[in-house]
């Protein structure tokens, strides 16, 4: 058994018996020595659980009257470095951007590794990602999600960047992307009757509306999307041959090896 779910297990046989449970009986339940009981019976208490012992009946039991309960996320200790990680990577890709949604459960995971003594802090100090010149997810970013999510119409004032000119617009939402640390919304603009997408940063105003947005098929808006995004954006009309050496042949081989798997 782990070290972390003897924690969660514990508490479960405590509150299972109507009888103090000797430290014997402990050892054997959760499979280990009468010094790791100990220690799981000190942190608990760390932790406030009302753990007690009965010198006269020679066991533990929780204090009657008291109520306890451990957090209820019941991940293994490699899932919680997991998570952490995850909450750090968005975090430094973009800071403040779920911040306050996350705070609730980065304070509740903070306490189960305080109990644990994971040593979460060395890992995610460890852990890097680098931006590449991201432009920030602008301050309309929750609210076109929100929109997005409940499937609901967005009236736009958009900044285009390379004519910078401003127009107003009535937007369906499709999808948020993520592509080279830049955040895009690709919808269905009912001003130009097509697909387009908007670099979220460019939004200078977004309201919701009351109308449902349109829906579209997933394969239509791959069809369309999936050639939106790069430096040569659109349907291909042209064909590349491409010569490599053998040193650079062997590496576009494996390349072409993962894909396929994928």
Known sequence: MERFHRYYRLPRILSSRRLPVSRAVLERELECTRATVMRVIEELRNYGAPVEYLREANGYRY???KAFEL???WFSPSELEALFVAEHLLEHAE???LAETLAPLKQKLGAIFKLEHLGRGELIRRVRILRM???GAGRHFNLIADALTRRRRLFLTYRSR???EITEREVSPQRLV???????LDGWCHMRKGFRSFAIERIHDAKPRVRAAINVAEGRLDEHFGTAYGIFA???DKTAVLRFSPECARWVADEESLLTRL
């Open 162 to 164: 390379g004519r910078d």
């Open 63 to 65: 204090t009657p009257g």
């Open 133 to 135: 010149g991201g432009r």
């Open 234 to 236: 659109g349907a291909a």
């Open 95 to 97: 800071p403040g951007l």
């Open 178 to 184: 993520r592509y080279r640390d830049n955040w895009y």
């Open 71 to 73: 957090p209820g996320i």
